[in-house]
């Protein structure tokens, strides 16, 4: 089909009238698909598909959470629903839903819409974007970096920082009582990701301006042209050597890592580290595979730790806050809980703390339930893949698959008032009742999010010294609703969330 575009494209003195008839002559075969095959389906537009007022009047969060609410009660396992021109699957049924992500994983363990070129853009060849035998590869290379014992040997820098937080917290509202609380969170977890991917001291808390936290921003903010054909034509992109990090992105964080790699390994320093697990596995072969892994590989899964710990822990937290400064009760249980739990530790808060934070981590779930970072999970069929429930239709090979997480997690047949935020929805007695598929926020299967610890125990030590030490509530600049970005696939908030903050005496 695209060579068929190609030419039409050339016919520049037919002029664009032409050449948009022409255009819509060969898309539409591919955008009647799901019309022939008699599967639900909004008509498509015939350059985003039905990601219609994508960046302009509408978010993706949007998008994904009216198309489920369309159809939710169609009776039909899954619709369909256009990714531009590509034809996808939208599914609606947790039983499927398990099925994809673990009873038969290895037909659809590819990610589907995520870009990697690790030739002409090696930070893109990270464990996320990775698909096969790579991905399969590197998760069990970096999984030994992310075990209970590594994570718990990173509590120290963790708690370190979380305290430069607290610190900054405590001299701001003196000077204003009504804090933008997501700005400062953001430079909580640039400190600790600089510290624990890089082995750096960012000191962003202290230095609002720092590079290091300019570039964070800029990697999640800033996108190359060419965002279509990268996401809906992967192939044609890498064979075009497209590029998806910026230029001058890319040399930073190159160069950051390249550096500190060197000066790690001719001082022999070792912090118990991201960065020293990486090492080990760069120069030493473990395991029957004996391959190490080269500069670019651990330059990718750093980057990628980065943005994904940088950005999506901030935000969790931010939206924490936010729910609490609205639900008094509710933050007040978890302070005296914080209070308690850190009392019978003889007053030191330690990693052993974490395990009994029994509330607290209820809330940081019930945060996620309602803001996901990633509304929807996407999968790709590696294979022709028939259902049991339609056994005369056959998903083909190829087709993107739309797991809406964050849809699914405010359907109130699954969660009784879905959109309030109700932290007991992940009591022990609520979770056990519930199909498991239904909680989405770290993915479930062998594709689940590698970081899960990580995160946990950031958010969890980042909150618990936040909530021992202030009080938060919401002023006349707090943002009720919440809007989203529409410019981001991923679930971030448009306006700044303001708090007023009390220090508690």
Same mark, same amino acid.
């Given at each position: 089909?695209?060579?068929?575009?190609?030419?039409?494209?050339?016919?520049?003195?037919?002029?664009?009238?032409?050449?948009?008839?022409?255009?819509?002559?060969?898309?539409?075969?591919?955008?009647?698909?799901?019309?022939?095959?008699?599967?639900?389906?909004?008509?498509?537009?015939?350059?985003?598909?039905?990601?219609?007022?994508?960046?302009?009047?509408?978010?993706?969060?949007?998008?994904?959470?009216?198309?489920?609410?369309?159809?939710?009660?169609?009776?039909?396992?899954?619709?369909?629903?256009?990714?531009?021109?590509?034809? *996808?699957?939208?599914?609606?049924?947790?039983?499927?839903?398990?099925?994809?992500?673990?009873?038969?994983?290895?037909?659809?363990?590819?990610?589907?819409?995520?870009?990697?070129?690790?030739?002409?853009?090696?930070?893109?060849?990270?464990?996320?974007?990775?698909?096969?035998?790579?991905? @399969?590869?590197?998760?069990? /290379?970096?999984?030994?970096?992310?075990?209970?014992?590594?994570?718990?040997?990173?509590?120290?820098?963790?708690?370190?920082? $979380?305290?430069?937080?607290?610190?900054?917290?405590?001299?701001?509202?003196?000077?204003?009582?009504?804090?933008?609380?997501?700005?400062?969170?953001?430079?909580?977890?640039?400190?600790?990701?600089?510290?624990?991917?890089?082995?750096?001291?960012?000191?962003?808390?202290?230095?609002?301006?720092?590079?290091?936290?300019?570039?964070?921003?800029?990697?999640?903010?800033?996108?190359?042209?060419?965002?279509?054909? +990268?996401?809906?034509?992967?192939?044609?992109? +890498?064979?075009?050597?497209?590029?998806?990090?910026?230029?001058?992105?890319?040399?930073?964080?190159?160069?950051?890592? @390249?550096?500190?790699?060197?000066?790690?390994?001719?001082?022999?320093?070792?912090?118990?580290?991201?960065?020293?697990?990486?090492?080990?596995?760069?120069?030493?072969?473990?395991?029957?595979?004996?391959?190490?892994?080269?500069?670019?590989?651990?330059?990718?899964?750093?980057?990628?730790?980065?943005?994904?710990?940088?950005?999506?822990?901030?935000?969790?937290?931010?939206?924490?806050?936010?729910?609490?400064?609205?639900?008094?009760?509710?933050?007040?249980?978890?302070?005296?809980?914080?209070?308690?739990?850190?009392?019978?530790?003889?007053?030191?808060?330690?990693?052993?703390?974490?395990?009994?934070?029994?509330?607290?981590?209820?809330?940081? /779930?019930?945060?996620?339930?309602?803001?996901?970072?990633?509304?929807?999970?996407?999968?790709?069929?590696?294979?022709?893949?028939?259902?049991?429930?339609?056994?005369?239709?056959?998903?083909?090979?190829?087709?993107?698959?739309?797991?809406?997480?964050?849809?699914?997690?405010?359907?109130? +047949?699954?969660?009784?008032?879905?959109?309030?935020?109700?932290?007991? !929805?992940?009591? $022990?007695?609520?979770?056990?009742?519930?199909?498991?598929?239904?909680?989405?926020?770290?993915?479930? *299967?062998?594709?689940?999010?590698?970081?899960?610890?990580?995160?946990?125990?950031?958010?969890?030590?980042?909150?618990?010294?936040?909530?021992? !030490?202030? /009080?938060?509530?919401?002023?006349?600049?707090?943002?009720?609703?919440?809007?989203?970005?529409?410019?981001?696939?991923?679930?971030?908030?448009?306006?700044?969330?303001?708090?007023?903050?009390?220090?508690?005496?």
């Amino acid at each position: 089909m695209m060579s068929d575009v190609a030419n039409v494209l050339s016919y520049q003195l037919c002029g664009d009238i032409y050449i948009e008839r022409r255009l819509k002559i060969i898309f539409y075969k591919n955008f009647t698909y799901w019309r022939r095959q008699n599967i639900p389906c909004d008509s498509p537009n015939w350059i985003v598909g039905n990601l219609k007022g994508i960046s302009i009047t509408n978010s993706f969060r949007q998008i994904w959470q009216e198309y489920y609410d369309k159809y939710k009660d169609s009776g039909c396992p899954f619709v369909g629903f256009y990714w531009f021109t590509r034809p *996808g699957v939208f599914v609606l049924d947790p039983i499927l839903i398990k099925q994809i992500l673990i009873k038969d994983f290895s037909k659809f363990s590819d990610r589907g819409i995520m870009y990697c070129n690790e030739e002409d853009d090696p930070l893109t060849g990270s464990l996320f974007n990775l698909s096969g035998a790579k991905w @399969r590869y590197m998760r069990n /290379k970096i999984s030994p970096a992310f075990t209970v014992c590594k994570i718990k040997a990173m509590f120290p820098l963790f708690k370190r920082e $979380a305290e430069e937080l607290v610190k900054l917290f405590k001299e701001t509202p003196s000077l204003d009582p009504i804090l933008e609380v997501r700005d400062l969170i953001s430079r909580y977890t640039a400190d600790v990701i600089g510290s624990c991917a890089f082995g750096m001291e960012i000191n962003s808390l202290q230095q609002p301006n720092t590079e290091f936290l300019k570039m964070c921003r800029r990697a999640l903010v800033e996108q190359r042209m060419g965002i279509v054909i +990268r996401f809906s034509y992967p192939d044609i992109a +890498r064979r075009l050597h497209v590029k998806h990090t910026l230029g001058d992105v890319e040399e930073y964080f190159i160069d950051i890592i @390249r550096n500190t790699l060197q000066c790690r390994e001719q001082s022999g320093v070792r912090r118990n580290d991201f960065i020293d697990i990486l090492l080990d596995l760069k120069n030493n072969n473990l395991g029957e595979d004996a391959q190490n892994l080269s500069f670019g590989q651990i330059a990718a899964q750093i980057f990628s730790f980065l943005l994904a710990g940088y950005e999506s822990s901030s935000t969790a937290m931010a939206f924490a806050l936010y729910e609490l400064a609205q639900n008094p009760t509710e933050q007040e249980k978890a302070r005296q809980e914080v209070i308690e739990v850190i009392e019978r530790h003889d007053q030191l808060f330690s990693y052993e703390c974490l395990k009994d934070l029994v509330y607290l981590e209820q809330i940081m /779930k019930e945060t996620l339930r309602l803001y996901p970072i990633a509304y929807v999970l996407t999968r790709q069929t590696l294979e022709d893949y028939t259902i049991t429930d339609l056994p005369n239709f056959c998903i083909k090979k190829g087709t993107p698959i739309f797991l809406p997480a964050g849809a699914i997690q405010r359907d109130e +047949r699954y969660f009784s008032q879905p959109n309030i935020f109700k932290p007991d !929805n992940f009591s $022990a007695e609520n979770v056990k009742a519930r199909h498991f598929c239904l909680n989405l926020s770290f993915g479930q *299967g062998p594709r689940n999010c590698i970081g899960l610890r990580f995160a946990k125990m950031q958010t969890l030590i980042g909150l618990t010294l936040l909530l021992s !030490n202030f /009080k938060f509530s919401i002023c006349n600049q707090t943002p009720i609703p919440l809007i989203y970005k529409k410019r981001n696939f991923m679930n971030y908030p448009e306006k700044k969330i303001f708090l007023k903050v009390e220090k508690i005496e």
